[in-house]
């Protein structure tokens, strides 16, 4: 079951063409001047974008087959990370929600990229809406954990919300992971040590010699 999962995640992380293939129209990003150096990157490496700028565009331009929706969902979501390392946020949001729309919707990696840079920008519920997205068509515990993050640090969430994620990730990826350990970071602070403590229990139930949770273990008993 574990190995099924893991192949369909992957499958979905790549693109997913429901509802049939389709060629988004961002004709407006391959009109787009050059973008001028930003101060802070350095010459090599913006020549190097600037390398990759151009080759993408030209990969965009020469797709015209709906069957080739990988290549056009994966030149999207380059041309956004490109945009991204340039400073150039509001094309590079355009650039991953084309690869989104080249994979019906559903290209996790391009909705990640997409919520990860409206974090870095401060747009923090257009970031929770990118995650949720995510969480609503494939299993990704990325997405669980920068969304529990988000609720609790920037977007004022519930107990109850805040919990949901984490417990959903749980559920979902076990106890051996980013959100896992956030969420007994997260417990500790609320109060709720005896569901910390039937977490880490848990844990070790499944893997008695883990040295992260015995480490916890030790220190919860020191309280």
């Keep these: 079951m574990k190995k099924i999962l893991i192949t369909l995640s992957i499958a979905l992380l790549m693109f997913t063409a429901c509802g049939g293939p ?8 391959l009109e787009e001047p050059i973008p001028s150096r930003p101060a802070e990157i350095p010459e090599a490496y913006y020549e190097t974008l ?45 650039g991953y929600e084309k ?39 494939g299993a990704n515990e990325q997405a669980h954990f920068r969304l529990a993050l988000l609720l609790r ?28 350990q956030d969420y007994l970071i997260y417990l500790v602070e609320i109060g709720d040590t005896a569901r910390a403590d039937e977490i880490v229990d848990a844990a070790l139930e499944r893997d008695p010699s883990n040295e992260g949770y015995l480490k916890i273990k030790e220190s919860y008993d020191n309280l």
Aim: proline share 2%; net charge negative; glycine share 8%.
């Design 22 to 29: 389709n060629l988004p129209d961002i004709t407006v990003l």
């Design 50 to 94: 600037i390398t990759r700028l151009e080759d993408t565009r030209e990969t965009i331009k020469t797709v015209t087959d709906p069957s080739e929706i990988e290549t056009i969902y994966t030149a999207y979501l380059d041309l956004g990370n490109i945009y991204r390392d340039l400073n150039e946020n509001e094309k590079a949001i355009t």
């Design 99 to 137: 690869a989104i729309e080249a994979g019906g919707g559903r290209g996790l990696a391009a909705w990640l990229s997409k919520g990860a840079l409206l974090e870095r920008i401060g747009e923090y519920k257009e970031a929770e809406k990118a995650y949720r997205e995510i969480i609503s068509v």
């Design 153 to 180: 640090q920037h977007t004022n969430g519930s107990e109850s919300e805040i919990r949901e994620v984490y417990e959903n990730s749980l559920t979902l990826f076990g106890y051996f992971t980013n959100s896992a």
